[in-house]
């Protein structure tokens, strides 16, 4: 969601779902990260992550993988999960991501959460991520999400 003179916000899979019609808003949104992964990077180019993208993985991550196509969980009001999707929060590190697949109960988010958390390190890794699947509490699996030593 896009909130007046702070830019756009990619979504996290932590809010409600997001409005209809910000394809626009997205791709410029990641077309200027890529643009200053070139201005910044150097001859690593738009191959790694830009300094602001490490400072701020969670918004970096939820951009990339939103661009991508994949679809955000969403949660209402109550908190309550209405939308199997990806989410994106702070990794158990600064500087790290943690990507999860959740959905509401009896949705199947556990089921095909290695399919989809697998496509979206191949998002990621495409461009310049270090992503490595774990097995957490409850065996659900997540995706630890870090910039390139």
């Not at 679809?71 to 999860?100: D, F, H, K, L, N």
Request: charged content about 25%.
């Amino acid at each position: 969601m896009t909130v007046p003179g702070q830019g756009f916000e990619p979504a996290t899979g932590d809010g409600p779902e997001p409005p209809a019609g910000r394809e626009r808003e997205l791709r410029t949104a990641y077309e200027g990260m890529v643009q200053i992964r070139r201005l910044v990077n150097g001859p690593a180019g738009a191959a790694v992550p830009a300094p602001w993208e490490v400072r701020q993985p969670v918004r970096a991550v939820a951009l990339a993988l939103e661009a991508a196509g994949f679809a955000p969980s969403a949660v209402e009001a109550e908190g309550r999960r209405t939308r199997t999707g990806y989410r994106v929060a702070g990794g158990a590190e600064p500087g790290r991501a943690e990507v999860t697949w959740p959905g509401p109960p009896g949705g199947g988010a556990a089921e095909e959460e290695q399919e989809r958390l697998t496509a979206c390190a191949g998002v990621l890794e495409g461009l310049g991520w270090v992503c490595l699947l774990y097995r957490g509490p409850r065996k659900r699996r997540f995706l630890e999400v870090e910039p390139p030593r």
